[in-house]
């Protein structure tokens, strides 16, 4: 059983995983048992690839351009920081399981991460229990993260 609970949130060029990147994470680590935060990080990422940024994506988003150029990380850069932050960590995502799972599929490695520490991911849009909501606190504060700005 994992001792933590990592609850991140991503934001893209687009909704295509298959054209388009991931240009910001942000991600919050708690304690299971105590819900105290471990630490926390939001990372805006410059793809390595040439990129445009959706005009509806960056309605959403707020991030141009010209922000990630000056801004941003590569994202094999911040590899290992992501795999501290999933390491002995059940992952909780809002529509994550629909959505970001597929960008960090075609983005990174995330797929050895998942598959070398296996985690329970638990999507708040899928899920019904009673005990999820009680930590879906949580993602209020992954949402600030992604909202903010240097």
């Known amino acids: 059983m994992n001792k933590y609970i990592t609850c991140y949130d991503v934001e893209t060029t687009g909704l295509n995983p298959k054209e388009d990147f991931i240009i910001q994470l942000a991600m919050v680590k708690f304690e299971k048992d105590t819900f105290e935060q471990v630490k926390s990080a939001n990372y805006y990422i410059k793809p390595a690839h040439?990129?445009?940024?959706d005009p509806k994506a960056q309605e959403v988003h707020g991030i141009t351009?010209?922000?990630l150029e000056e801004n941003g990380v590569f994202l094999k850069d911040i590899i290992e920081d992501i795999k501290d932050f999933f390491k002995d960590s059940d992952l909780l995502t809002y529509n994550g399981n629909n959505f970001d799972i597929?960008?960090?599929f075609r983005s990174c490695k995330i797929r050895i991460i998942i598959a070398y520490y296996r985690h329970l991911l638990?999507?708040?849009?899928r899920c019904y229990h009673v005990q999820i909501f009680i930590i879906a606190f949580a993602l209020h504060f992954v949402f600030k993260l992604v909202h903010l700005r240097e």
């Open 65 to 67: 351009k010209e922000f």
């Open 122 to 125: 638990i999507c708040v849009t």
């Open 102 to 104: 597929k960008f960090f």
């Open 50 to 53: 040439k990129y445009n940024i």
